[in-house]
Nanobody, 120 residues
């Protein structure tokens, strides 16, 4: 059974940092494309960042470029999202995902969300 467990959320002041983790069981991120979405109540979920843990390629939405860094651990069992210089508009529930490579989002596995709150 595939499970993704996200953690690391919390409350920080603007300019602060948090590191989210997404631990996978039942899959290896080396065979999956992974990443993070976020959602604010009343708004659509939006993609934040993505990573290919096999070749290390990454993708960032413009609103997090140069502030957030996505990475994988060497065992490819965990995906991280390092969030620096955070802003109040980063407040959201952050959710990780994993897509079997070659299948796109059609077989997406979602983790549960972790709340991130940034105060001004």
């Amino acid at each position: 059974e595939v499970q993704l467990q996200a953690s690391g959320g919390g409350s920080v002041q603007a300019g602060g940092s948090l590191r989210l983790s997404c631990v996978a069981t039942g899959l290896t991120f080396g065979d999956y494309d992974a990443g993070w979405f976020r959602q604010v109540p009343g708004k659509a979920r939006e993609g934040v960042s993505a990573i290919n843990c096999h070749d290390g390629s990454t993708y960032y939405k413009d609103f997090v470029k140069d502030r957030f860094t996505v990475s994988c651990d060497s065992a490819k069992s965990t995906v991280f999202l390092q969030m620096n210089n955070m802003k109040p508009e980063d407040t959201a529930v952050y959710t990780c995902y994993g897509d079997p490579r070659g299948w796109g989002s059609s077989r997406r596995n979602w983790g549960q969300g972790t709340q991130v709150t940034v105060s001004s």
